[in-house]
T-cell receptor, first 117, second 110 residues
Framework: ETGVTQTPRHLVMGMTNKKSLKCEQHLGHNAMYWYKQSAKKPLELMFVYSLEERVENNSVPSRFSPECPNSSHLFLHLHTLQPEDSALYLC????????????????FGPGTRLTVL | GENVEQHPSTLSVQEGDSAVIKCTYSDSASNYFPWYKQELGKRPQLIIDIRSNVGEKKDQRIAVTLNKTAKHFSLHITETQPEDSAVYFCAANSGYALNFGKGTSLLVTP
């Protein structure tokens, strides 16, 4: 598969488990994003990495921990989640907007459907 | 932070009719306004975007208009087809972030 890929596509976990979501982009981009999509709510930006540095953290609880080892890979480590964390987690990538420059198009992965029991 | 309001939340039209979805934003520094289409069980996909240096952009049956003074932008779909049925999201940038509206569920009936 080309573009932006995510694994796993579905995940069921208990509140005491530790799991990780993986995202990989094959577009040569240098910015990557994690979003949370819940029913009846807008897409919520969680984290932004640009040039492998975290540039935004939107008041996300510490039970979510991102990692960006290189410009093609992004992880979201999960531990001691709550049932209200059940949602679709979407990864996206784009070219880095550059300081003061215009934003570039974000391309989304297919998402990981997470259920926390 | 940026607040993006989107209306209507649901829209039902007959095939061949036009559909209009409207969004407002609050950050006067926003300069990029994409629209995404998300079909059931699939990822959001960009259908059209507009930047603040233009007021209107068209791509076949889809057009977007932007009024920076009033801080609102709209998506227009003409000659709608059943395959246009999906959830449509508007967004406005705030720095690196894209702030999304809550989405409009469009149903095109044959």
């Amino acid at each position: 598969e080309t573009g932006v890929t995510q694994t796993p596509r579905h995940l069921v976990m208990g509140m005491t488990n530790k799991k990780s979501l993986k995202c990989e982009q094959h577009l040569g981009h240098n910015a990557m994003y994690w979003y949370k999509q819940s029913a009846k709510k807008p897409l919520e930006l969680m984290f932004v990495y640009s040039l492998e540095e975290r540039v935004e953290n939107n008041s996300v609880p510490s039970r979510f921990s991102p990692e960006c080892p290189n410009s093609s890979h992004l992880f979201l480590h999960l531990h001691t989640l709550q049932p209200e964390d059940s949602a679709l987690y979407l990864c996206a990538s784009s070219q880095d907007p550059q300081s003061g420059g215009a934003p570039d198009t974000q391309y989304f992965g297919p998402g990981t459907r997470l259920t926390v029991l | 932070g940026e607040n993006v309001e989107q209306h209507p939340s649901t829209l039902s039209v007959q095939e061949g009719d036009s559909a209009v979805i409207k969004c407002t934003y609050s950050d006067s520094a926003s300069n990029y306004f994409p629209w995404y289409k998300q079909e059931l069980g699939k990822r959001p996909q960009l259908i059209i975007d507009i930047r603040s240096n233009v007021g209107e952009k068209k791509d076949q049956r889809i057009a977007v208009t932007l009024n920076k003074t009033a801080k609102h932008f709209s998506l227009h779909i003409t000659e709608t087809q059943p395959e246009d049925s999906a959830v449509y999201f508007c967004a406005a940038n705030s720095g690196y972030a894209l702030n999304f509206g809550k989405g409009t569920s469009l149903l095109v009936t044959p």
